[in-house]
Protein backbone atom coordinates (compact mmCIF):
# COMPACT_ATOMS: atom_id res chain seq x y z
CA UNK A 1 0.00 0.00 0.00
CA UNK A 2 0.99 3.72 -0.60
CA UNK A 3 2.08 5.69 2.10
CA UNK A 4 -0.80 8.23 3.21
CA UNK A 5 0.05 11.89 1.58
CA UNK A 6 0.97 13.91 4.33
CA UNK A 7 -1.78 16.88 4.71
CA UNK A 8 -0.49 20.38 4.29
CA UNK A 9 -2.08 23.52 5.53
CA UNK A 10 -2.17 27.09 5.26
CA UNK A 11 -0.31 28.84 7.75
CA UNK A 12 -1.88 32.10 7.13
CA UNK A 13 -5.22 30.59 7.89
CA UNK A 14 -4.32 27.88 10.87
CA UNK A 15 -2.30 30.97 12.82
CA UNK A 16 -2.68 34.28 11.00
CA UNK A 17 0.95 34.21 9.74
CA UNK A 18 0.18 36.37 7.04
CA UNK A 19 0.37 40.50 6.62
CA UNK A 20 -1.44 42.16 3.79
CA UNK A 21 -1.87 45.49 1.67
CA UNK A 22 -4.39 47.26 0.14
CA UNK A 23 -4.55 49.98 -2.03
CA UNK A 24 -5.87 51.60 -5.34
CA UNK A 25 -4.84 50.85 -9.05
CA UNK A 26 -6.18 54.11 -11.21
CA UNK A 27 -5.60 53.38 -14.67
CA UNK A 28 -2.86 51.03 -14.57
CA UNK A 29 -1.04 53.42 -11.71
CA UNK A 30 -0.47 52.14 -8.25
CA UNK A 31 0.47 55.12 -5.66
CA UNK A 32 3.58 54.51 -4.07
CA UNK A 33 4.27 51.03 -4.44
CA UNK A 34 7.70 50.70 -3.23
CA UNK A 35 6.17 52.23 0.08
CA UNK A 36 3.69 49.41 0.01
CA UNK A 37 6.20 46.61 -0.75
CA UNK A 38 8.86 48.03 2.17
CA UNK A 39 5.45 47.83 5.38
CA UNK A 40 4.75 44.24 3.48
CA UNK A 41 8.45 43.17 3.52
CA UNK A 42 9.33 44.29 7.31
CA UNK A 43 6.14 42.45 8.21
CA UNK A 44 7.02 39.14 6.86
CA UNK A 45 10.65 39.22 8.02
CA UNK A 46 8.86 39.02 11.34
CA UNK A 47 7.71 35.65 10.57
CA UNK A 48 10.83 34.84 8.69
CA UNK A 49 9.38 35.27 5.58
CA UNK A 50 11.04 36.54 2.30
CA UNK A 51 9.18 38.74 0.11
CA UNK A 52 7.86 36.77 -3.16
CA UNK A 53 9.07 38.97 -6.40
CA UNK A 54 6.90 40.40 -8.74
CA UNK A 55 4.03 41.39 -6.31
CA UNK A 56 3.35 44.59 -8.16
CA UNK A 57 2.79 42.87 -11.21
CA UNK A 58 0.39 40.30 -10.06
CA UNK A 59 -1.74 43.33 -8.82
CA UNK A 60 -1.71 45.17 -12.01
CA UNK A 61 -3.04 42.37 -13.90
CA UNK A 62 -5.93 41.87 -11.26
CA UNK A 63 -7.14 45.33 -11.29
CA UNK A 64 -6.60 44.93 -15.16
CA UNK A 65 -9.43 42.63 -15.44
CA UNK A 66 -11.06 44.63 -12.97
CA UNK A 67 -12.31 48.08 -13.48
CA UNK A 68 -10.26 51.19 -14.48
CA UNK A 69 -10.59 52.02 -10.89
CA UNK A 70 -9.95 48.92 -8.38
CA UNK A 71 -9.34 48.63 -4.98
CA UNK A 72 -6.79 45.95 -4.53
CA UNK A 73 -5.77 43.50 -1.55
CA UNK A 74 -2.57 41.58 -1.48
CA UNK A 75 -2.53 39.06 1.10
CA UNK A 76 0.98 36.93 1.47
CA UNK A 77 1.47 34.23 4.34
CA UNK A 78 3.41 31.54 5.62
CA UNK A 79 2.13 29.23 2.76
CA UNK A 80 1.69 25.33 3.27
CA UNK A 81 3.20 23.39 5.79
CA UNK A 82 2.41 20.26 7.92
CA UNK A 83 0.43 20.62 11.11
CA UNK A 84 2.50 22.01 13.74
CA UNK A 85 2.71 25.33 15.39
CA UNK A 86 6.47 25.91 14.45
CA UNK A 87 6.75 26.12 10.56
CA UNK A 88 9.60 24.10 8.13
CA UNK A 89 12.57 25.72 7.78
CA UNK A 90 12.18 26.23 4.20
CA UNK A 91 8.67 27.09 2.42
CA UNK A 92 6.87 29.05 0.06
CA UNK A 93 4.77 32.00 0.77
CA UNK A 94 1.29 32.03 -0.26
CA UNK A 95 0.07 34.85 -2.61
CA UNK A 96 -3.51 35.94 -2.80
CA UNK A 97 -4.82 39.04 -5.10
CA UNK A 98 -7.99 40.05 -5.04
CA UNK A 99 -9.54 42.62 -6.81
CA UNK A 100 -13.05 44.67 -7.04
CA UNK A 101 -13.71 47.51 -8.77
CA UNK A 102 -13.75 50.77 -6.23
CA UNK A 103 -17.32 52.55 -5.07
CA UNK A 104 -16.23 55.54 -3.20
CA UNK A 105 -18.34 56.31 -0.06
CA UNK A 106 -21.32 58.34 -0.37
CA UNK A 107 -22.75 59.02 3.11
CA UNK A 108 -21.52 61.50 5.65
CA UNK A 109 -18.97 60.23 7.98
CA UNK A 110 -19.48 60.06 11.62
CA UNK A 111 -16.99 59.48 14.45
CA UNK A 112 -17.04 58.76 17.72
CA UNK A 113 -14.56 58.92 19.92
CA UNK A 114 -14.03 55.53 22.09
CA UNK A 115 -11.01 54.36 24.56
CA UNK A 116 -9.86 51.13 23.42
CA UNK A 117 -10.65 48.35 25.93
CA UNK A 118 -6.85 47.15 26.15
CA UNK A 119 -3.15 48.91 25.69
CA UNK A 120 -2.54 49.83 21.85
CA UNK A 121 0.16 48.75 20.46
CA UNK A 122 3.09 49.38 17.59
CA UNK A 123 1.57 48.72 14.31
CA UNK A 124 4.24 48.58 12.06
CA UNK A 125 3.10 46.28 9.33
CA UNK A 126 -0.82 45.19 8.39
CA UNK A 127 -0.75 42.10 10.14
CA UNK A 128 -3.85 39.95 9.96
CA UNK A 129 -3.74 39.08 13.40
CA UNK A 130 -4.08 42.42 14.55
CA UNK A 131 -7.19 43.20 12.77
CA UNK A 132 -8.82 39.90 14.55
CA UNK A 133 -8.07 41.84 17.36
CA UNK A 134 -10.05 44.91 16.12
CA UNK A 135 -13.27 42.96 15.39
CA UNK A 136 -12.67 41.53 19.13
CA UNK A 137 -12.57 45.21 19.76
CA UNK A 138 -15.18 46.65 18.28
CA UNK A 139 -17.51 44.02 19.53
CA UNK A 140 -16.91 44.81 23.20
CA UNK A 141 -17.49 48.47 22.22
CA UNK A 142 -20.81 47.99 20.33
CA UNK A 143 -22.93 50.00 23.03
CA UNK A 144 -20.74 53.10 23.14
CA UNK A 145 -20.97 53.09 19.20
CA UNK A 146 -24.65 54.84 18.62
CA UNK A 147 -26.02 53.56 15.03
CA UNK A 148 -24.71 55.27 12.21
CA UNK A 149 -21.01 56.24 13.91
CA UNK A 150 -17.65 54.95 13.48
CA UNK A 151 -15.06 54.25 15.97
CA UNK A 152 -12.21 56.94 16.52
CA UNK A 153 -9.92 54.86 18.34
CA UNK A 154 -8.63 56.72 21.44
CA UNK A 155 -6.49 55.66 25.03
CA UNK A 156 -7.54 57.37 28.16
CA UNK A 157 -5.38 60.73 26.87
CA UNK A 158 -5.02 60.79 23.12
CA UNK A 159 -6.25 60.20 19.66
CA UNK A 160 -4.58 57.36 17.90
CA UNK A 161 -6.82 56.38 14.62
CA UNK A 162 -9.64 55.06 12.94
CA UNK A 163 -9.94 51.29 12.81
CA UNK A 164 -8.62 51.13 8.99
CA UNK A 165 -7.57 54.16 8.68
CA UNK A 166 -5.31 57.12 9.75
CA UNK A 167 -6.12 60.76 11.21
CA UNK A 168 -6.00 63.96 10.37
CA UNK A 169 -7.60 66.84 12.64
CA UNK A 170 -7.33 70.83 11.36
CA UNK A 171 -6.91 72.98 14.49
CA UNK A 172 -5.79 76.59 14.56
CA UNK A 173 -5.20 76.58 11.06
CA UNK A 174 -2.78 73.65 11.02
CA UNK A 175 -3.71 69.84 9.98
CA UNK A 176 -1.83 67.45 12.40
CA UNK A 177 -1.94 63.88 12.49
CA UNK A 178 -1.27 61.88 15.59
CA UNK A 179 2.30 60.33 16.37
CA UNK A 180 0.64 58.37 19.36
CA UNK A 181 1.44 54.51 19.28
CA UNK A 182 -1.21 52.27 17.97
CA UNK A 183 -1.46 54.04 14.89
CA UNK A 184 -0.36 52.82 11.71
CA UNK A 185 2.52 54.30 9.11
CA UNK A 186 -0.22 54.71 6.29
CA UNK A 187 1.29 55.41 2.99
CA UNK A 188 -1.15 58.56 2.26
CA UNK A 189 -0.33 59.96 5.88
CA UNK A 190 3.37 59.72 5.04
CA UNK A 191 3.36 61.32 1.77
CA UNK A 192 1.07 64.32 3.43
CA UNK A 193 4.08 64.53 6.24
CA UNK A 194 6.53 64.41 3.66
CA UNK A 195 5.31 67.66 1.84
CA UNK A 196 4.55 69.36 5.02
CA UNK A 197 0.53 69.37 4.22
CA UNK A 198 0.42 67.78 8.19
CA UNK A 199 2.55 67.95 10.83
CA UNK A 200 2.63 65.17 13.50
CA UNK A 201 2.35 65.29 17.06
CA UNK A 202 0.92 63.50 20.22
CA UNK A 203 -2.94 64.51 19.73
CA UNK A 204 -4.67 65.53 23.00
CA UNK A 205 -8.10 63.86 22.97
CA UNK A 206 -9.16 67.62 24.59
CA UNK A 207 -8.52 68.63 20.83
CA UNK A 208 -11.71 66.77 19.68
CA UNK A 209 -14.00 69.61 21.51
CA UNK A 210 -12.21 72.24 19.53
CA UNK A 211 -11.09 71.31 16.13
CA UNK A 212 -12.55 72.60 13.25
CA UNK A 213 -12.12 69.52 11.05
CA UNK A 214 -10.95 65.90 10.63
CA UNK A 215 -10.61 63.73 7.95
CA UNK A 216 -9.01 59.65 7.44
CA UNK A 217 -6.79 59.29 5.15
CA UNK A 218 -5.77 55.72 4.04
CA UNK A 219 -5.00 54.20 0.23
CA UNK A 220 -8.37 53.38 -1.00
CA UNK A 221 -10.05 56.75 -0.02
CA UNK A 222 -7.11 58.89 -0.06
CA UNK A 223 -8.43 61.84 2.33
CA UNK A 224 -12.00 61.46 3.39
CA UNK A 225 -13.79 64.76 5.14
CA UNK A 226 -15.33 64.13 8.60
CA UNK A 227 -18.61 65.42 8.92
CA UNK A 228 -19.32 65.27 12.89
CA UNK A 229 -17.29 63.63 15.93
CA UNK A 230 -18.81 63.02 19.07
CA UNK A 231 -21.97 64.72 17.93
CA UNK A 232 -20.25 67.80 17.32
CA UNK A 233 -20.45 69.39 13.44
CA UNK A 234 -17.41 69.56 11.71
CA UNK A 235 -16.65 71.61 8.50
CA UNK A 236 -16.34 70.00 5.40
CA UNK A 237 -15.61 72.99 2.86
CA UNK A 238 -13.62 71.88 0.04
CA UNK A 239 -11.17 74.56 0.42
CA UNK A 240 -10.05 73.33 3.86
CA UNK A 241 -9.09 70.38 2.53
CA UNK A 242 -7.53 71.55 -1.70
CA UNK A 243 -3.89 71.73 0.11
CA UNK A 244 -4.06 67.97 0.79
CA UNK A 245 -4.73 66.79 -2.48
CA UNK A 246 -2.70 69.27 -3.84
CA UNK A 247 0.44 67.80 -2.03
CA UNK A 248 -0.21 64.85 -3.47
CA UNK A 249 -0.98 66.23 -6.88
CA UNK A 250 1.14 64.61 -10.08
CA UNK A 251 1.93 61.41 -8.05
CA UNK A 252 0.92 58.04 -10.13
CA UNK A 253 -2.34 56.36 -8.67
CA UNK A 254 -3.97 59.87 -7.15
CA UNK A 255 -7.27 60.16 -8.08
CA UNK A 256 -8.70 63.22 -9.91
CA UNK A 257 -10.48 65.81 -7.94
CA UNK A 258 -11.29 66.28 -4.62
CA UNK A 259 -12.05 63.14 -2.70
CA UNK A 260 -11.12 60.93 -5.66
CA UNK A 261 -14.45 61.93 -7.42
Given at each position: ????????????????????????????????W????????????????????????????????????????????????????????????????????????????H???????????????????????????????????????S?????????????T??V???R??????????????????????????????????????????????????F???????D???????????????????????????????
Amino acid sequence: MEAAMKKEYDRGLMYAEACFETFRVIDGALFRWSQHERRLRGGLADFGLVLPERLEARCLEAARTCASDALVRLTVTGGSAPWGLMPPERRDPGVYVQATPYAPPREALHMRSVTWPWPLLPRPAKFTADYAATLRGLRLLDDALPAGESALVCDTAHVCAATTANVLIHRQGVWWTPAHVGALPGVVRTALLEASAVREVDCPRAWLADCEAMALVSSGVFIRPVASVDGRALVRDAALFDPLWQALVGEPGVPAGVGGC
